[in-house]
């Protein structure tokens, strides 16, 4: 890797340690301290946290390569869907947290799987599978995400191999999930999205001063690309205004250190990591105003009418994919917010050490529906700020769209000899660790709670007296960080031997088959959760038998799974975009069989 890129993520990570470090003593106590929350979560903590793990390299490989290549479309449906499946999360927002601080003051499971399980006839079998389908999901995404690192990073580092990058991403991720539970996760992860957003701003403005030097024309698309990440940078600085990462004191105590109520000194460590932050959060609005002007620079001379008449043309192109690809681009990001268990153990955090009167419940919910508008305005466009940043990039150096498009783009500007060059190669790398890292650390702490709660009580004889209180002892990490671990490793073997036979390539549809084949495994939930969601507030509203939830779990996954299956045998893509039909399309029908058949008892 560049020197630049070294030194800066070597600080950044330094820096980004010091609250898993600070928190580290506070999760050791109780199950909740360390899958919940260690202390009492600022709402801008968790919608930082929310917006830095949704930013996804399963994300940014397609969508630099569709920006490369001027399509669009396929970008802008996949963010909006994406925006309108995380407002459904707000509709939902509400009977989602009366199960939270219901799930907290008993000490139960307050997982996805856990109300799946609930909802439809309360049976462990069904929590079980629901919770094996969802660590094979999030272990897969981990490794896909490890993937793209290292496909990345491949140009600029040949002779590594990438299954070794791979292991260290793995690594690197277990040293910041594991010390200090959700709390150190959900507090460096807010802190990293500064570094992302300084890292992508810089290196788009970067790359807009090299398209002016150079007096290289824009294509429309490329025009269009400019025009809107400017658009985007002017958005954040007025909204955002210079507060991207929240700076608020880290909780250190333990509530029994100050008995007499004295407030204890802020520890040194902590003060210098809000310092840090606070820095942080004016360079990147710096960076995003070197944006904006290097925008009205490049643009001045095309003239009003000439970018609205590129623009136009840009959004006048076809889509570029099939109607089933349509669909799948739409059904996915819509409906896999509801059903991702990292947003309910963030969300579940409100609700930990909370009041239980009516205002406080009430303020909680408006609470998290601040948080998630701004999750889900936020993420839409910084998503289509990825794409943008790919049409931009191709601009720049002249890099042909096509196959492995990303590694081509860092393996040109890679042999620039010049510091403009260097540094935007050392800001995309350091924006492409961060991207991952902050994703992949959220969804290991979300799979060790899940193993913890969900999967190690089905093989534990727990008396049924006890089984309400198991979730209130001590932390008990230990053999799910032993499992998870075993699984990522087994997964990242997998992989290996998976790419020699079909040789993934990061910005192309074998990656996407990876992440849509693991998507499906979680979306099997889907009308398990918003059946009941949707339906009565009573235990078994909008529920199902044991039986028929059991048959919707395993039969949607499958067929999500066989079509990827079918794609990688045969190479037609219609497989591929009929993947995630399939598996939503047959659960909701067997769901809507289910509700619709008269139970045993009515029909004797």
Not at 136 to 147: D, P, T, V
Request: proline share 5%; net charge positive; hydrophobic share 55%.
């Amino acid at each position: 890797m560049p020197l630049l890129a070294t030194l800066i993520l070597v600080a950044a990570l330094g820096a980004y340690f010091l609250p898993i470090q600070l928190l580290r003593g506070k999760a050791s106590g109780q199950a909740q301290d360390y899958f919940i929350a260690a202390e009492r979560t600022p709402p801008g903590v968790i919608q930082n946290s929310s917006i830095a793990y949704a930013l996804k390299m399963a994300t940014f490989g397609p969508f630099f390569a569709w920006g490369a290549s001027g399509d669009f479309w396929p970008a802008i449906i996949a963010s909006a869907s994406l925006g309108l499946g995380l407002y459904l999360l707000n509709v939902l927002r509400r009977p989602m947290l009366e199960f939270f601080q219901s799930a907290v003051a008993h000490g139960q499971s307050f997982t996805v799987n856990e109300f799946v399980a609930r909802r439809h006839g309360n049976d462990s079998r069904v929590r079980l599978v629901a919770a094996s389908l969802t660590v094979f999901a999030l272990s897969g995404l981990m490794i896909c995400e490890a993937f793209g690192v290292a496909a990345v990073l491949k140009p600029v580092m040949p002779e590594t191999p990438y299954y070794l990058v791979m292991l260290g991403m793995l690594a690197l991720t277990a040293i910041y999930a594991l010390p200090a539970g959700i709390s150190g996760v959900l507090r460096s992860t807010q802190a990293q999205l500064g570094m992302l957003y300084l890292s992508l701003f810089g290196s788009t403005a970067l790359l807009l001063y090299i398209v002016m030097a150079t007096l290289r024309p824009l294509s429309p698309h490329g025009a269009f690309a400019v025009l809107f990440v400017a658009v985007c940078c002017i958005v954040m600085l007025v909204y955002r205004r210079s507060r991207y990462v929240d700076t608020s004191p880290i909780d250190t105590t333990d509530g029994s250190a100050t008995p007499d109520g004295v407030s204890r000194r802020e520890p040194r460590g902590a003060r210098a990591f809000r310092r840090f932050n606070k820095i942080l959060n004016v360079c990147v609005s710096v960076a995003a105003v070197f944006v904006v002007v290097f925008t009205v620079v490049e643009l001045s001379s095309r003239g009003f009418d000439s970018i609205v008449s590129d623009s136009v043309a840009t959004l006048r192109t076809g889509v570029g994919i099939s109607s089933a690809g349509v669909i799948a681009l739409i059904l996915l990001p819509l409906l896999y917010p509801i059903v991702d268990i990292t947003n309910w153990q963030r969300f579940a955090a409100l609700a930990k050490d909370g009041d239980t009167n009516p205002a406080a419940s009430e303020g909680r919910a408006a609470a998290l529906g601040r948080i998630i508008r701004t999750y889900a305005t936020e993420t839409a466009l910084v998503s289509l700020f990825l794409c943008m940043f790919g049409a931009i990039a191709v601009a720049a150096l002249r890099v042909p769209a096509g196959a492995h498009v990303m590694q081509t783009f860092v393996g040109k500007i890679a042999s620039q000899q010049n510091w403009v060059a260097g540094s935007a190669l050392s800001l995309l790398l350091v924006s492409v660790v961060m991207i991952a890292l902050t994703t992949m650390a959220s969804m290991l702490a979300a799979s060790l709670c899940v193993l913890r709660y969900d999967v190690l009580p089905a093989f534990r004889s727990t008396p049924a007296s006890q089984e309400t209180h198991a979730a209130s002892d001590k932390v008990g990490a230990r053999p799910a960080i032993l499992i998870g671990s075993g699984l990522c490793l087994l997964m990242l073997a997998a992989f290996v031997i998976f790419d020699a036979q079909f040789t993934i390539d990061f910005s192309g549809g074998g990656f996407i088959a990876l992440v849509v084949a693991f998507c499906c495994a979680q979306l099997s939930l889907a009308p398990l959760v918003l059946g009941p969601l949707f339906g009565s507030k009573a235990e078994g509203g909008g529920g199902v038998s044991p039986g028929w939830a059991l048959a919707i779990l395993c039969i949607s996954a499958a067929a999500g799974v066989a079509a990827v299956a079918i794609y990688f045998a045969t190479g037609n893509e219609p497989w591929l975009w009929a993947a995630i039909p399939a598996c939503i399309g047959s659960g909701w029908l067997l769901f809507a069989i289910a509700r619709l058949r008269p139970p045993k008892a009515a029909q004797k």
